[in-house]
């Protein structure tokens, strides 16, 4: 289960136009990345 920032997903998730399976990893990194974004 990923637990993040709304407040930072959120504007990312808007930068990404859209979700989809090619940048469905990107986003996936985005929330497990080590600069505390999130963290699973």
């Known amino acids: 289960v990923f637990v993040a920032n709304p407040a930072r997903v959120y504007p990312y ?22 600069q505390g974004y999130g963290d699973l």
Do not use: E, H, M, R
């Open 13 to 34: 998730l808007t930068q990404t136009k859209g979700t989809t399976l090619a940048n469905a990893p990107n986003i996936i990194v985005f929330l497990t990345d080590d």
